[in-house]
């Protein structure tokens, strides 16, 4: 797996120490691979594979915030959260789940989570809604404040979602707003299809490199239709995105 790079300002606790993030899943494989991520940021990161390991490295490791899956073999995700807020830990949660269906989302915001991913998900996503959360509850300080990634008369809101050109809003998928958002964080940096594949799609994703091709050319006629391109092609290699000369 490529490492991940990022322009995003780096986030600590006030008081200058790695933020915690307690990672849970039964799935050994994905909490290595968010692990990885999140110690990419310069976090301090501890894994648990069920509910009772949550629950006892939650009191001892004291996270910042926590990265859940709803689906375990013991308690779930939904149990964990409960007992945790019962116990007034107010740790915000960002939950993993593979269920697609609005009421399973409903509920786990309900029980007091804060966001969700649905499985499969990009690592990109999962370490911005974390950075949006943890910013949000006052747990996180960081030199620059501006959640606004820039490249030229474009701006992407990793916390709103909103993007825009030249003040012009511009409507996005949730995939392309991803896409947009790896090139942005990469500006001036050729991307390979199989580093897009990796980041904006998901760690088994099969291969497929037409999927990529065919979210560029959306993103070419949402973005740089009439204008100066910024999205650019690089024979052989890949894609990048830079601001006109």
């Given amino acids: 797996m490529d490492v991940m790079t990022t322009t995003a300002p780096a986030l600590t606790r006030a008081d200058g120490s790695p933020l915690r993030v307690l990672v849970v899943d039964d799935e050994q494989m994905l909490t290595d691979l968010l692990s990885m991520a999140l110690r990419m940021e310069g976090w301090d990161i501890k894994a648990a594979s069920s509910g009772q390991e949550a629950l006892s490295a939650a009191r001892e490791f004291q996270p910042d915030a926590l990265v859940l899956d709803i689906m375990m ?4 995700g939904m149990a964990v959260l409960q007992r ?3 116990a007034g830990d107010d740790v915000p949660v960002l939950f993993l789940t593979a269920k697609d269906a609005v009421s399973s989302r409903v509920a786990g915001l309900t029980a007091g989570g804060d966001d969700y991913v649905t499985k499969p998900f ?4 999962v370490v911005a809604r974390l950075r949006g959360l ?3 509850a006052g747990s996180a300080t960081s030199g620059v404040e501006d959640p606004i990634l820039r490249v030229g008369d474009l701006s992407l809101n990793e916390d709103s979602h909103e993007v825009e050109r030249d003040g012009e809003p ?7 707003f991803e896409l947009l958002r790896y090139l942005m964080r990469n500006p001036r940096r050729v991307l390979s299809k199989a580093q897009i594949l ?10 497929r490199s037409s999927v990529v091709e065919l979210y560029i050319s959306y993103l070419r006629k949402k973005i740089d239709a009439g204008r ?6 690089v024979r052989g290699v890949g894609y990048m995105i830079k601001a006109p000369q």
Avoid: C, K
């Avoid at 990009?122 to 996503?125: G, Q, T, V």
């Avoid at 511009?170 to 392309?176: C, F, K, P």
């Avoid at 980041?199 to 994703?205: A, E, K, T």
């Avoid at 100066?228 to 092609?233: A, F, G, K, M, Q």
């Fill in 73 to 76: 073999p013991d308690l779930d």
């Fill in 84 to 86: 945790l807020r019962q």
């Fill in 122 to 125: 990009s690592l990109e996503e």
């Fill in 134 to 136: 943890m910013r949000r």
């Fill in 170 to 176: 511009i409507e996005l998928t949730a995939t392309e």
């Fill in 198 to 207: 990796d980041r904006v799609w998901n760690y088994d994703f099969n291969g």
């Fill in 228 to 233: 100066e391109p910024l999205l650019h092609t």
